[in-house]
């Protein structure tokens, strides 16, 4: 269990052309160009990137791209969970076959108030069929947007069948006190809370590092705070990127980093956003760019 | 506009087998005897159906199945509407290839909170790049399980740009206010309750039938009902079907509705369910048999 992936993950934008098919050219670049600036991994397929938007074939088509074009395969955590099994064991043998670090796996998420054990069997399920000693999953807890929960109950069961298989979570719950329970009880879990705003505290009791969406536009600040976490000025790093995540939430989050990023690379093809998401209107994108502004950014 | 789908439909269940592949033969074998049995129509890959748990893959060959094995297309409501938009067309194309009278498609579900305008954009991406005359779409109204509502404005703009194509609407929003204020506000449209609890009511004020869960077990009931509406007698028909519908949904209703078939044909194979379902317990089957036979079912 060494060389676990820690550190910095951004859950990486998809761009799309203008026929809203995904930009292999456009998407390949911003990896490359988030682990120059500093990130320790990448996330593609995350709900940042709008992976729920892009079919099987665009996932497989995009993560082929990215490690034919040269990026590590042992620095990424592929978003692999869909709603239907069949769909979540394919994504994932891909992944695995493709030498992935991991996979971050949403629970099967259309229905709702399903039990422990249904949820339980779910990714038992998966597992079974992928059947290859590599894989290591992340959970995925979002429950805001995906309206299943990754219980406690849930994560022990799991920790219990699959102890090497099932060895993190991305924990977006945006909830402290959820993250602080993982971190004080499961010991061992590889913890990534799901939003800067707590990386500090959270690095303080065990965290190994954080996924969070505005690496996409800030990699370097999030990089100076993880390596200088344990140093004197820490709360400051802290406190700096929590300002331009305060920033950026200011406005809906993934319209808001395609348009930072459109205007810092002088490149409107960025702010294409596949439906149902749409872009920032132009007095979004000013207060956007005001608040950044107050920022500091 | 004429012989538009009306009256009973079913959202069929999807049998498996024990390894969890689905069961075409039971699959057709319940489809012909629903309609033997007095459904007008049947809407395959609804809620009900299990469908969010299947692949696109198996989603086509179980409607192939169900054209090859001799179902008349033009009965066939199928549900299509998936997360991201190229599925949602693969799907829609291939229905309407096959010849159904309509689908019904769901919003794209994962993102939450998105807005009456990107939904529309959602909606009418998947209609232009169908680019079939013969395409008529249901929208899919189930906010309790997707998380994502169709408004009345969102309604408003779809029946606006498209009026030959969205023509009606499933809702299950267990809300009779909605179901009583789509019936009043959008003349024309084409409204199935997702319940037959309000169908006498529904009907009365223009709905066209009603596309329900419990028609897999109760068709005959909920044909007496639709057959009989005009009638002296009605209300007893109502109150018969809707006591059944009770002792029903007292438990889980999927896994309900696959105890009574797995029962009343002696055939434990319809006890199969995908996770993240899981059947019922001992105590949960007695209980639900309780229940129907206090409704005299």
Known sequence: MTNLPAGVFSPVLTPFHEDLTPDRERFVALCQKLIDEGCDGLVPFGTTSEANS????????????????GMDAGGLIVGTGLAAIPDTVRLTRHAVGLGCAGVLML?????????????FAAYAEVIERVADDRLRVY???????????????LIGKLRDAFPDTVIGIKDSSGD???????LEDFPG??????????????????????ITATANVNAQGLARLYAGWKEEGAEALQEAASSVR????SQAMVPALKAIIARRDGDDGWLTLRPPF???DESQTNALFAALEEAGF
């Open 278 to 280: 749409v872009g920032l």
């Open 176 to 182: 402290w006190d959820n993250t602080r329970m993982l």
């Open 107 to 119: 629970p099967p998420f259309y229905y709702k108030g399903m039990s422990d054990e249904g949820l």
């Open 54 to 69: 892009l079919s099987i074939e665009e996932r497989e088509d995009l993560l082929e791209a990215l490690v034919e074009g």
């Open 139 to 153: 959970l995925y807890h979002i429950p805001k947007v995906s309206g299943v929960a990754i219980t406690p109950g």
């Open 246 to 249: 305060r920033a950026v939430q």
């Open 189 to 210: 879990l590889q913890v990534f809370p799901g939003s800067e705003l707590i990386m500090l505290d959270a690095m303080r009791l065990g965290a190994v590092g954080c």
